[in-house]
């Protein structure tokens, strides 16, 4: 499908929904924090960067004109929405981003492989289920000042804005979570039998230590060697101390 039918079928439905009970301010992310969230997430020309409150879209029309990317932007204010694709026709953008009405609870922002948030610490929290039922593993999600509840960054990072901006001062903060895959519970293989627990990307692995996760890739060391393997749906594929070994969720 061709990058603006696809980007325009994400925004059907539900994404169009105007009724909500939260208005967050407007206020604009400096042009230098932008560049260093879509630097942290590692945005390349095969991502598609979903903006969630994307007020005047200079996220993801940022995101189109130095990656390549596609972009998506969520925003309620219908005056921002029309000023955002103003932005991205005056661009040149286009074909490569697209800007919708709507309540960034309900929309559909399945598909990214980045998302950018600047809003509001309960805000992020009514997103936060979702974005681990609904993000694929390995989606970079990247906040600008404020972070979700539980969930340890991946990364943070710390900026020093040239000049004062209005509505934040002249420091950010920005944090990174990468999405995991779903390890939790017992996988059997090869004669053995495991017990995973997990809490968002950290794993308490029985048996083992040093245990890791990074979207859908898993590490940890046993007794008998080093385990790197891979998350794929109810099957760990990877090798221990150099030899295949996949495990099976029970």
Known sequence: M????????????????????????????????????????????????????SGDGRIVIAAARKYGARGLGIELDERLVERSRENARRAGLGERVRFGQGDVLVADFSQASVVTLYLLPDLIG????RFIDELKPGTRIVSHSFRMTGWRPDRMQNIHVAERH???GDESTLYLWIVPANARGTWLGAGRRVRIEQNFQELDVEGATDARMRGADVSW????GAFRGRVEGNRIAGELAGKPLTLERR
Do not use: K
Not at 14 to 29: K, V
């Open 2 to 53: 061709r990058a603006a039918a696809f980007i325009a079928f994400l925004l059907a439905g539900p994404a169009l929904a105007q009724d909500t009970e939260w208005r967050a301010p407007f206020i604009t992310t400096p042009d230098e924090v932008v560049e260093r969230m879509l630097e942290l997430a590692g945005t390349s020309a095969e991502d598609l960067v979903a903006d969630l409150g």
């Open 221 to 224: 060391q046993w007794p008998q």
């Open 126 to 129: 009514r997103l936060q289920p």
């Open 166 to 168: 209005a509505g934040q």
